[in-house]
């Protein structure tokens, strides 16, 4: 299937629209918060570089005009948690929503991208992103088809597509605010997303992660990258080139300013709207921990991500 051009909906949308108008295997538990962040990706994660290809922009291109409500808006739901979902393609996703959750409040929603040989529902079992959004969002948990996510082809991006509709249909959300926050391979996979599906992703995180797809005829999008100094699994050389590749694709001013002295991060000056580019380097170190704890979006990032989206 040839790539859907950019200045047109996925289909989901358009379906959705109308809708509208006619009414890695974690291998061990994560360790506690206090003390340590969880494992990463398992045991098999890929040590790569990142691709040297150049990421291009189209002339002209401008950021689709979607609806803030969805067809599932009155639907009554109990409490959301781990509901599992199947596209009408067959991929699955999982959902966890506000404790609280108003079937006439239209949620923004965070899909929440695992690592390497890994799944949905594993991923969430120690990454728990729910618990840092306030109780405010549908977060959701998808599975990638294999060991890997499909980052240069169609495959992933017709399951996002089909996701987002089976979203609108089955819950309240806000189609206008959705987060891709992707993790190590997941990152990888949110860089392609953000790419061939921006606008219908308002905004990417990449945590941990390198980059990912052909980086060819990109929309813009605001960009955060969070990346831990001593990760050898994804070396924060890798996040940096991130940072760099979206900075040219957001069309940003090479200078940054300190954003956040705090969470050690700093914003492109000058891009083009709406694009924009955060870049967090998490310093943080305990030589008692397991190598393989470096390799991670600590609990502090995985708020702070939250609250920057929110932001936006």
Request: with cysteine; hydrophobic share 35%; net charge negative.
């Amino acid at each position: 299937m040839r790539s859907q051009p950019q200045t047109t909906g996925p289909a989901w949308w358009a379906i959705a629209t109308i809708a509208l108008v006619a009414c890695g295997t974690d291998p061990s538990p994560a360790p506690p918060i206090a003390a340590a962040p969880a494992q990463g990706d398992g045991p098999s994660s890929p040590t790569e570089p990142a691709p040297t290809t150049e990421p291009t922009a189209p002339e002209g291109w401008t950021p689709p005009v979607l609806p803030t409500r969805s067809a599932g808006c009155g639907a009554p739901h109990a409490s959301i948690r781990g509901a599992t979902h199947k596209t009408a393609g067959g991929r699955t996703f999982h959902v966890w929503g506000p404790s609280g959750y108003d079937a006439a409040r239209a949620y923004p929603v965070v899909l929440t991208y695992h690592g390497w040989y890994a799944n949905g529902r594993d991923h969430q079992s120690w990454f728990e992103m729910e618990k840092y959004v306030d109780d405010e969002a549908l977060v959701v948990y998808p599975d990638a088809a294999g060991p890997t996510w499909d980052i240069s082809g169609e495959t992933d991006l017709v399951a996002f597509d089909g996701m987002m509709k089976a979203l609108a249909d089955a819950y309240c959300i806000d189609p206008s605010r959705v987060l891709a926050f992707g993790f190590s391979y997941g990152g990888k996979l949110v860089n392609h997303l953000g790419c061939k599906r921006a606008g219908y992703v308002k905004a990417i995180s990449v945590g941990d992660g390198s980059w990912g797809g052909d980086g060819k005829a990109c929309g813009r999008l605001p960009v955060l990258v969070t990346h831990r100094t001593r990760d050898n699994d994804e070396l924060i050389a890798w996040g940096r080139e991130v940072r760099d590749k979206w900075t040219r694709l957001d069309g940003c001013a090479p200078e940054r300013d300190v954003s956040d002295a705090e969470m050690r991060c700093e914003t492109q000056r000058g891009c083009a709207a709406p694009g924009s580019v955060t870049f967090c380097e998490d310093t943080f170190f305990d030589a008692s921990w397991p190598a393989e704890w470096n390799h991670t979006v600590r609990e502090s990032y995985r708020l702070f991500t939250w609250r920057w989206f929110k932001a936006l």
